[in-house]
């Protein structure tokens, strides 16, 4: 989708043999009235090359030499003459147009889904273990399979919690791509209906599937269906051929478009009976994925060339409107199409705090292998010694046992040799110093983080579509991956029409010959009369007798007493600029579900332009054969008079020409005359050298700044006659340059601008884009939260800086910094572009200004200085001034630049986060730039919105977004990492500790099943409710404190040494809750019968309930929100309620906490259960011991709880965390604030002291 705004670059140049001339080979220019005749190079070469053979077909001679095809050559109706000629095409690398194809593809069957069902478990597999952890614990497995350094007799426990791991992402997996296959079904089985194919036509179209149609049938399309393939338009059942489409399945955009069958297309001399007239062949380029160029020529049955451009091309998906029927040639299929082409694979993002997580989790890998290293060497050491040597009893050969039994002599004594097999005995015990579930855990308090974001019911919207209907606008998460990074944004950029404004555009005010109508200033014009300390003009009531036109707010009494006083001198000029907006448009009109006529445009500014000409009464109707224009003229008395003008050329807008012109023949005189509309910058390099009156440019250019300062949108309008000979010359060279299958486009603006000059000023329109509501407050905060704000528009420098001050971007306190060629300060080059000298010394000068005094600064640059930074590779010096700025203006940036400024910020600092919001296509390229991408459902398209991250309403709804939710997901996010690396070295530590008094023989003091339950089931459940529900402070606190938000930005919650930290919390915590079981046990505990309790009851069992205990204690101290279910007695008592209650509670996670500790004695109970039954008793009874005490000795509960107490009392004194230690979080300084606030409200002129509280931690 970035190749309209790339320099482009023609594939088919890009394929061109280097055999051949320069001239695009197989075709060349006509001159004069000469048709244009492809492949005549081609024979004529022939005739050179002895090896080449000559085909006959259509008109054509095609050369068939061992060079592939350069060219698509499609013969109309024919499938297997076509399929002949697409194997023949080269293969085509990646690159500028697109993906790698070739040769071409004849099958219009898609596949968007990843997988089927003979693929899917190898493809799955494949992309699981690339995960690093996935392949750990698969090693694991393998490992715990030999029984020589097996713990669990040979069997592989930690299979069970990786394959529900896997589980869980395959289900995830399926879910997803079952939705692609339903998609895929969906589409390739639409119908549509097609007229030749195969050799034969039906003049009653048959109905075909979409995955049968074929590159060269002949299809027909009925009105509101879509496009089944690429297509050339043969006609439609318009006169004229023309046809309107939707593209919003394309490029999201939602007004419709025209696009028209060429007139020579079908002619009544073709043979009807050769595919009904239509049969011919089409030579055209290769398939590329530039969605705004085709060229290529149709012979028809009778040899007549006629050239194709985009206008004559249907591309696939979208959707026929206002046209009964519309028939087509298809040109591209499948992934051929340009649709499919496009279609590519999001950037990928991956957040700081992920890609920290990432680190630190082969960090504990380094720490697992270090433990097992120690372990081996400990053990080396031990059993080098003659004391372990003479310890019979440890190997089972004392002469006693010997007695008994004779084989044991032989039993082998362990030497140094075997700490080999040791150390990886120790590889599985500290299995769980890396978590198995840390993966799926983040995954889920992602996705829950997600829909929690999208129930908040403060970021729903409503805005009216082009038809008048109400569409609800929830805000979507797109990629739930990046959650915490919205709490880390240090830059944000925004586009400026649709984002910080409307998008609705409302005619104001204008200049006609030298007079400026229209009363009254907007939102932007007060505040620069506020801050300039101007009076403020009243503003008059809206005359009873003014009509309500949509998209017009003119207020000008005198202005309406002129359009009802044809003597009136100035009358007949208003007239004429009127007109000339009622002419020189793209707009189509439709009707409504109401019956009302609607302009539907490619541009807001369009329509209103259209608008405000039908308000002052000249109403564009329609368009009629021939090219005609129909205008409803409104006389002063009230009547009205349909008159037809024939319009002989439009010339259309683009960001490149930044105008537009209509040519047509003025009725009654016949004169040809020249309307155009434009950029100021551009239009007046195009006026006459002498207007009339003299002084008219210098009254429209005072005019023209004070719409500036109001912050309008201003066009340049006027008018030029053209004589009959020029025109006709003009006429051919501008057909030539159409037919051109070489820099097509390049051409035909070169022939654009012989006609486009020496205009007469008519006068200026001011269209005003009103402020979204919400946008200064926003902004405001956003300052105060640290975040530096970009605006990043194409308007010029004075209006933009205008808008600045409007919506709080800019306050009177700033430092106006400027570096902007129009100021004439720098010396430029002939390209306008300044010179590498002059852009350094203003980047010096800026920077000594921006480092003196305390008041904030603000930088405002234009595409010139942005063009000469980038030139000369000075990004890093701007960026040394733009950190010393609270805000950045860039004005007139093309949509390129948007991105290469994105890319510039992140290359210079590459700590900081990035986030880009827009509404439009043209902010596409700097939303995947960003590491945050924000879509604005807008009135310019759904193509913001598609390639985001996540989709708001309005401007208003990203400080909610950021300063609340982004705020809270990266603490929790960041306690979620950090826990369960926490609560995992508090259980696997226990078991290093054990070795010390077992030599690191390699004996586990934890029961295989309850050690691998901890992290599956046991301590599970509450992370998960705390990773989406806790919250620190609430909503309004945060909103009203937007320095809370340092927190991300200074990386508060996680870095390495809060991570270390919390790993030397988990080791205290594991010693505690090892030494007290140790302890007691050497005192014995002893069951019914007298007999002391085996290991794994007696100090296993007890250390494991201890680690329960103290990691979900630990969890619930980092718990900042408390919803008690009280509410139940509140509200009567029902059973509803009561659960509504617990619902809510989990908020904090303490009830889910208290489930898995109950979970913890009620699978304690189980085993103690199945030690006396069938073949799981057994099981349990070999690897776990006597776990039947339990069930009858409730001394040793006794003994458990009195420790249970002892541990959590230590333990909870010990914690090291930030949170109770150390710098004073400004959570808890906020909510200190607000309890203050609270009590000092009926106090008068209380306040708080807020740099008290801050003390040094506001200096971040």
Known sequence: LLAPWATRVSSLSKYRPVTHSAQLPGFRMPSGNEALNPMTEMAQKSDQEPNAKIRQSGGFEVNMGEEALEFRHITAGLTSKTNGDLTAEPKRPAGLHGPATGPGLLSNHVVTSMYTAWSFAPKFLVKSFSRVANCYFLMICVLQTFPSVSITHGKPTTVVPLMFILTIAAMKEINEDLARHRADDEENNTMTRVLGSDGKYSSEPIPKKWSDVRVGDIVEVRNREPIPADIVLLETSHPEGQCQIMTANLDGETNLKTMVAHKDMVSDSCDKSVMGGYGGEIVCELPNNRLLNFEGTYTRPDGEKVSLGPKNVLLRGVVLRQTEWARGIVAYTG??????????????????????????????????????????????????????????????????????????????????????????THILIFTNFIPISLLVTIDMVKLGQARMLEFDLDMYHEIKDHSGEIAEIPLSVKRSDLNEELGQVRHIFSDKTGTLTCNIMDFRKCSINGNSYGLGTTAIGLSFLKRNNKPIPAVPPKPADEPDTPNVNFIDPAFSKIMKDPSHPEYKFCCEFFLSLALNHDVLPEENKTGEVIYSASSPDEAALVYAAKHFGFFFKRTENGGKMVIGKKSPDGSEEDVTYEVLNFLEFNSDRKRSSVILKEPGTGKIVLFCKGADNVMKKRMAARQRPDDLMKKTEAHLNQYVDDGLRTLLVGKTYVENSFYETWKKKFAAAENSLQDRDAKRMEVMDLIEKDFQLMGVTAIEDKLQDGVGDALTDFRGANIKVWMLTGDKVDTAINIGYSCSLLDTGMTLLRACGEDNEMDLDHDKVPTEPAIMKKIDELLAVAKEGDNEKALVVDTAALSAIMLYSKEMELNEVCKLCKSVICARVTP?????????????????????????????????????????????????????????????????????????????????????????????????????????????????????????????TPIVIYGIMDRDVDKNTALKNPWLYFDGQANTFMSRSIFFKWVAEGIVHASVCFFVPVALYQYGIFDGQGYNLDLFTGIGTFTNMLAVIVASGRL???????????????????????????????????????????????????????????????????????????????????????????????????????????????????MRMKREEEKLQKVEGGGVNVDGMLGDDNNI
């Open 335 to 424: 992934k051929e199409t340009k649709i499919q082409m496009n279609a590519a694979e999001p950037p990928n993002k991956v957040s700081s705090v992920m890609k920290l997580s990432n680190d630190l989790t082969k960090l504990m890998f380094v720490v697992d292998i270090c433990f097992c290293l120690m372990a081996a060497c400990v053990n080396a050491s031990i059993l080098g010694t003659e004391n372990a040597k003479n310890s019979c009893y440890l190997w089972g050969n004392c002469d006693y046992i010997v007695a008994m039994d004779p084989d044991a002599a032989n039993n082998k004594i362990p030497d140094s040799t075997d700490s080999l097999l040791i150390f990886f």
């Open 896 to 1020: 390129r630049q948007k991105a290469s400024i994105v890319d510039m910020v992140r290359y210079a600092d590459p700590n900081v986060v990035t986030l880009s919001i827009g509404d439009g296509a043209n902010d596409v390229p700097m939303i995947q730039t960003a590491h945050l991408g924000v879509g604005i459902h807008g009135l310019e398209g759904r193509q913001a919105v598609n390639n985001s991250d996540y989709a708001i309403g309005q401007f208003r709804f990203l400080r909610k977004l950021l300063l609340v939710h982004g705020r809270w997901n990266y603490r929790r996010t960041c306690k979620v990492c950090l826990y369960m690396f926490y609560k995992n070295v508090c259980y696997v530590v226990p078991q290093f500790l054990f070795g010390l008094y077992c030599m690191m023989s390699g004996q586990p003091i934890y029961h295989d099943f309850i050690y691998q339950m901890y992290n599956t089931m046991y301590t599970a």
């Open 1116 to 1230: 619930y101290c980092e718990t900042g929100y408390f919803n008690y279910p009280h509410l139940y007695i509140a509200r009567g008592g029902c059973a509803s309620v009561f659960f509504e209650g617990m619902v809510s509670f989990t908020g904090s996670g303490c009830t889910w906490q208290l489930i898995s500790f109950g979970l913890w004695w009620a699978m304690l109970k189980m085993i103690s259960d199945f030690g006396t039954k069938g073949i799981m008793g057994t099981y349990f009874f070999e690897v776990g011991g006597t776990f039947p005490t339990l069930a009858h000795d409730y001394g040793l509960y006794m003994v458990m709880i009195w420790g249970m107490a002892f541990v959590v009392l230590w333990s909870f004194c010990l914690i090291l965390g930030q949170d109770l230690f150390g710098t004073q979080l400004r959570a808890n300084i906020a």
